[in-house]
């Protein structure tokens, strides 16, 4: 690379190209040089970014996953088409996560099935969920971005947990009723209707929350 260009201008590159977060340890797997290597130079791309002149971008570290991404505060004035989508078939994870946290990874597991590790990778790929080891499981909570996602004022994972059990009680649902509104589920039990939960939940949540059908 000692001809070509630098590696903090090659990892820009490769962060907004993949448009999505990226493990530091595989960007050093990828690059072929040390993770600690790689760090520095990611660390180096961060304060250089955060010193452009009316720059929209920021690059944010999230459990040693790194993501290239517009500010915040300028995400309720860009075009939704622009905006980060979210699949709809993580929102009913992401929800419950949001509801239960910190939550074990098994007990999702039980809540919604072997699916779980692959919508929890994914919501991790996105920054919006945190995992850490803990005894036989993994501990999931939500991240400062997915406060930032839905709006939340809040990052504790306590007080996130609490505003988010408030959102469904001003709705009348319960953390499951929540969670499959949002995923547009209707479950067998539930004294709601498919519209009438998708339509009190995602018309109550932020307007910036953008979702993709898939």
Not at 117 to 134: A, F
Request: charged share 30%; aromatic share 6%.
């Amino acid at each position: 690379m000692s001809n070509g260009p630098d590696l903090s201008t090659l990892l820009e590159a490769t962060l907004f190209g993949a448009g999505r977060s990226l493990p530091q340890s595989e960007l050093a797997k990828q690059f072929d040089i040390t993770e600690s290597t790689i760090r520095i130079a990611l660390l180096d791309l961060q304060k250089s970014i955060s010193e452009r002149k009316e720059t929209a971008l920021q690059l944010t570290e999230i459990n040693r996953y790194w993501v290239l991404e517009v500010k915040p505060e300028l995400s309720n004035f860009i075009p939704q088409i622009a905006r980060t989508e979210i699949p709809k078939r993580l929102l009913k994870t992401a929800a419950l996560i949001a509801y239960h946290q910190p939550m074990a990874q098994n007990k999702l597991v039980e809540m919604v099935g072997q699916v779980t590790y692959e919508h929890v990778s994914d919501l991790r790929e996105l920054g919006l969920v945190d995992k850490r080891r803990d005894g036989n499981t993994r501990r999931l909570t939500t991240t400062r971005r997915f406060s930032e996602y839905f709006g939340c004022p809040h990052t504790a994972a306590s007080d996130v947990a609490a505003w988010f059990k408030e959102q469904a009680k001003e709705m009348g649902l319960t953390g499951s009723q929540l969670a499959e509104a949002l995923s547009g589920d209707e479950g067998e039990d539930s004294d709601f209707s498919e519209e009438s939960l998708e339509a009190d939940v995602l018309g109550d949540l932020p307007e910036n929350i953008v979702t993709e059908e898939e």
